[in-house]
């Protein structure tokens, strides 16, 4: 008997997201050099994960928290709305959402990793689905 998947994935959702890992932007692929293989204090993340009907930009799956690194189209009133459905959405999941932007990141890379680590570190002592904005 097959196990039921809790997140079933349609294949165009996963070519995307396949997609979307060789078209990172700069904040993207220094942020993930960062996150890659452990290198934030052992803790695991994945990139460019589709949990559907989205996909997230950074996923750390054991803290159950996602990292999105945003850029110019998030920052319009059409974006911003688009990002409460789906940050709403994914906290009804469990999920805790952080949202960097990519100059706050670029301009300041460890500020952005600590506060990455301590939510992670929060979220493992209380469990609580929130949405951090760091601008």
């Given at each position: 008997m097959e196990r039921?998947?809790?997140?079933?994935?349609?294949?165009?959702?996963?070519d995307f997201a396949k997609d979307q890992r060789s078209l990172s932007t700069c904040a993207e692929a220094l942020f993930w050099s960062q996150l890659?293989?452990?290198?934030l204090?052992?803790?695991?993340f994945k990139r460019q994960v589709p949990?559907?009907?989205?996909?997230?930009?950074f996923l750390s799956p054991s803290a159950r928290l996602i990292v999105e690194l945003d850029g110019e189209p998030h920052e319009t009133?059409?974006?911003r709305k688009r990002d409460t459905a789906r940050d709403a959405w994914l906290r009804s999941q469990s999920f805790e959402i952080m949202r960097l932007t990519n100059e706050a990141f670029l301009g300041n890379p460890q500020l952005a990793l600590d506060a990455?680590?301590?939510a992670?570190?929060?979220?493992t002592i209380s469990p609580q689905p929130t949405t951090d904005r760091i601008a």
């Open positions: 039921e998947k809790r997140n079933p994935v349609s294949e165009r959702l996963r890659r293989a452990g290198r204090s052992g803790h695991k949990i559907t009907p989205y996909i997230v930009d009133a059409e974006g990455v680590l301590a992670i570190e929060r979220r």
